[in-house]
């Protein structure tokens, strides 16, 4: 059973900037892409960010790039996602997520791609 467990969200002001973690348990984290999801209050849950297994490939939507970035480390089974200049409309609840294929090249960018999540983390920023 894979377990992801996001870190790093908080309360910050507009401007500011915040680094989360998600941490997969699994020998096998390696292997698949992995993507940040976003949930605001009324609102569905939409794609952020995407990263291949490799790290080579990266996705963002329009709404967070050149502000967020999302990386990888293999070696620690983790993925992050920075996320600089944050504006209100960032509030949400975060989560990470595991690509259903495994060696996927590519990066997956619809919820239903994915087949583990994590719990979320709330970044709320204030104006």
């Known amino acids: 059973q894979v377990q992801l467990v996001e870190s790093g969200g908080g309360l910050v002001q507009a401007g500011g900037s915040l680094r989360l973690s998600c941490a997969a348990s699994g020998r096998t984290f390696s292997s698949y892409a992995m993507g940040w999801f976003r949930q605001a209050p009324g609102k569905e849950r939409e794609f952020v960010a995407a990263i291949s297994w490799s790290g080579g490939s990266t996705y963002y939507a329009d709404s967070v790039k050149g502000r967020f970035t999302i990386s990888r480390d293999n070696a620690k089974n983790t993925v992050y996602l920075q996320m600089n200049s944050l504006k209100p409309e960032d509030t949400a609840v975060y989560y990470c997520?595991?690509?259903?294929?495994?060696?996927?090249?590519?990066?997956?960018?619809?919820?239903?791609?994915?087949?583990?999540w994590g719990q979320g983390t709330q970044v709320t920023v204030s104006s």
């Open positions: 997520a595991r690509d259903k294929r495994v060696g996927n090249m590519g990066v997956p960018l619809i919820s239903g791609l994915y087949d583990y």
